[in-house]
Structures are given as C-alpha cells and as structure tokens.
C-alpha cells in the first residue's frame, strides 16, 4: 500500500488502543499515541532508501515490529521517568503497544497485494499475501484512509467526556 494507506491502516489498528486510554481518563496520551502511530505508519518503507536492504524484507517483520515498540518504550521510559515510576511504566507500555502496532498496521496492510509479506523472517521464510489488491491502488488506499478515519471518529463519539 501507500503512505495514506498505512495512514488509514495505522489508525485502524491504534482504534481499540486509543478507545481504551480515554476510557482511562488518558485523553492526551491518547492524541499523542494516534499521532505516533499515523507518523510511523510507513517507517517499513525505509527499507527502500537503504542500500542492500530488500524491499519487504527485514523491516517488515514482526520482529522489526517488536523492536520499534522496544524503542518506543523506551523512549516513553525516558519520558515518564521525572514524574514517578508509575507514569515512566505507564508511558512506556504505551510506547511499546503504538510502535509495534504501527509496524503490524503496515504489515496488515502489505498481506493484502499480491507482493505480501514475510512476516516470520528469520524464523521461517513463509510467505504471506492475500492477493486482494496492488499497492497502488487508488481507491484500496482511500478505503484503507477512510476506515480508519471513520473508526477514529466512532472512537471519539464512544468515549467519555
């Protein structure tokens, strides 16, 4: 898929997680998650600016998507840290779920062309592909968009105020 595909599909899949932090009171955290996991949304496709490294190899996998959130956790270790134990937890667990849900949104999204993906690399070189449209698909893009605009928009109207 393309870059407001992943978008779509990085919204999709972030939808339970966002509901679930606002319904813990955690608006902006929420907002900051969605934000993240829209910004990630193509990080795989990084793989096509590096030399030597195959398209749809290595950086998509689920092991690349584990090692984003481990770094996304990091990172919200890192933040959360000066205010207290509980919000460096807090924020890491939530940087780990966006970081490596935003790689799986890409990965879902990818399983659908005909190309597909490998996900299990290195651990088996099975190849997964739905075949249910190309990459380039104008409107499987828009669809992908518009989904998870509309599920960020049930989320919004489900949640407490």
Do not use: K
């Not at 919000?87 to 949104?105: C, H, I, P, Q, R």
């Amino acid at each position: 898929m393309y870059r407001l595909g992943h978008q779509g599909a990085a919204l999709v899949v972030y939808a339970p997680l966002g509901l679930v932090l606002l319904l813990l009171g955690r608006p902006p955290v929420a907002v900051v998650g969605g934000a993240v996991s829209v910004a990630l949304a193509s990080l795989p496709d990084v793989d096509q600016r590096l030399p030597g490294v195959q398209h749809r190899g290595a950086t998509h996998t689920l092991g690349f998507a584990v090692a984003v959130g481990i770094v996304l956790g990091a990172v919200g270790w890192l933040l959360g840290r000066g205010t207290g134990v509980g919000t460096a937890v807090e924020f890491a667990a939530v940087g780990f779920a966006v970081g490596t849900t935003a790689v799986v949104s890409h990965l879902l999204a990818d399983v659908i062309t005909p190309m597909g993906i490998t996900p299990f690399w290195p651990v088996s070189d099975r190849h997964y592909t739905f075949g249910v449209c190309r990459a380039d698909n104008t409107l499987a893009n828009y669809a992908l968009l518009g989904l998870g605009i509309a599920l960020t928009v049930a989320v919004l109207a489900i949640a407490p105020r």
